[in-house]
């Protein structure tokens, strides 16, 4: 079962940033949060992971609490493609990504 | 595109079928993997594949049957499968999977019915 809990929907409105937040308040030391994405029917895509610092890349900000026990992943200028299901995970295991039920993004005008 | 692809991306069969699912990565990477998602269900991991040996195998039912021959290709074999294995069927690689820092990269999927 997936450690982690988001909550099941959000909104946005486009050109805004889209913080989505997630509780992980279980995971280990040595354990990365990853960001994930999956746009309807298609793969998971990957966006951004990270362990103790914040993070930054083309696609996104992570923004981790120094506890580790929860993060934000934020869009800074959200727009009508990021609408998708966003999933926050800890790895748990060898190979093992363990995918809970995301929170459902949607980006309106 | 993630440099994942898996053919076919669309496939109905009937319960007494035999097909397979293809999977090919142009990454460089030596682990993949086969995940399932079902309607409304999460992402469940089913097989996963490091250096062409299968070091993990999530009871999945033995009408699926994986194949690596190589590390850039995996197949998922399907024989008298059911209606409830109606699903998205996707697959992944990574560098080498033994590392916590091991980013997955996911192909499109192929979209299976059962009749």
Known sequence: ?109 | ETGVTQTPRHLVMGMTNKKSLKCEQHLGHNAMYWYKQSAKKPLELMFVYSLEERVENNSVPSRFSPECPNSSHLFLHLHTLQPEDSALYLCASSQDGASKVDTQYFGPGTRLTVL
């Open chain 1, 1 to 109: 079962d997936a450690k982690t809990t988001q909550p099941p929907s959000m909104d946005c409105a486009e050109g805004r940033a889209a913080n989505l937040p997630c509780n992980h308040s279980t995971i280990s030391g040595n354990e990365y949060v990853y960001w994930y994405r999956q746009i309807h029917s298609q793969g998971p895509q990957y966006i951004i992971h990270g362990l103790k610092n914040n993070e930054t890349n083309e696609m996104a900000s992570l923004i981790i609490t120094e506890d580790r026990k929860s993060s934000t992943l934020i869009l800074p200028h959200a727009t009508l493609r990021d609408t998708a299901v966003y999933y926050c995970i800890d790895r748990t295991s060898y190979g093992k990504l363990t995918f809970g039920q995301g929170t459902i993004l949607t980006v309106h005008p």
